[in-house]
């Protein structure tokens, strides 16, 4: 059993979930590979800290039994958006951990009573050849860069092991910003509790997205606008001719990442 009194809640991502799969003997694995799970919230106080608003849910879930491991992992970064006219996948290039990488997404938005979750289909990239050769295809037309700054923590539901990312983003474009907050479905430890599955997951989330409205009293109310679309909305114009400027600025960010770590 894990011992939630010594567990650190200010380790790093790595030493907490490396720490429960010792405890518990307990593998971390996925219910459907390359399917995201996640219910968005927007916040009525925007006026808060990206930090203040973290700590205000993290504080509600802790509340509701749920276990947070405060890492507040912080990232600030630009992101790049591609879409192909044939397939209707979005593409997105930033630089995560030193690394450029490449998400490759597709939406899917399902209603559940007063939520919409999104069930997307979700995979990464890390190859530069790949990168490259992906976003350079005649079919992907640049739609837009944003800024996101992101507070990060991980919540673990000590019962059936199912850990969720917990994120609150600010999200730029021009002089329009996005504040939003994130609950997604990371993964689960095999056998620690109840036998997982795509419905434990789901209705999970939206328990959870009840607890986060209610014990705010509406603070915090949901949402559905993907970052795409936000960046879409406040962009009045694309100029295609910048995608070879857009992608000569990606190949320089690897150029550097590759002269820095090898």
């Known amino acids: 059993m894990i011992d939630f009194a010594k567990l650190s809640k200010r380790c790093n991502e790595e030493e907490f979930l490396t720490y429960v799969i010792q405890t518990t003997g307990c593998d971390l694995q996925k219910v459907d590979e390359g399917m995201e799970y996640e219910i968005k919230f927007m916040a009525k106080n925007e006026a808060l800290s990206l930090q203040e608003i973290n700590k205000d849910i993290s504080n509600i879930l802790e509340r509701a039994g749920y276990f947070v491991n405060h890492i507040e992992r912080e990232t600030d970064y630009y992101v790049d958006f591609f879409c192909s006219l044939n397939d209707g996948f979005e593409y997105s290039v930033f630089i995560y951990e030193s690394k450029v990488m490449m998400k490759i997404k597709k939406h899917n938005k399902v209603r559940y009573d007063n939520f919409t979750l999104c069930e997307s289909q979700e995979i990464f990239e890390y190859e530069y050849t790949k990168i490259l050769n992906t976003i350079c295809r005649d079919d992907l037309i640049y739609m837009g860069t944003m800024r996101k700054h992101r507070v990060k923590d991980f919540i673990l539901n000590k019962t059936n092991g199912i850990i969720y990312a917990s994120a609150i983003s600010k999200c730029m474009v021009l002089d329009k910003s996005q504040t939003q907050y994130e609950l997604e479905y990371y993964g689960h430890y095999y056998g620690m509790g109840t036998n997982v599955n795509k419905d ?16 705010s009293r509406g603070v915090y109310y949901p949402d559905n606008q993907t970052k795409l679309e936000f960046v879409q909305s406040n962009l009045l114009e694309i100029n295609q001719t910048k995608k070879h400027t857009i992608i000569d600025n990606i190949k320089e960010k690897m150029r550097l990442e590759k002269e820095i770590f090898g």
Do not use: G, T
Request: net charge negative.
């Open 200 to 215: 434990v997951v789901i209705n999970e989330l939206i328990r959870m997205a009840e607890v986060i409205v209610a014990d």
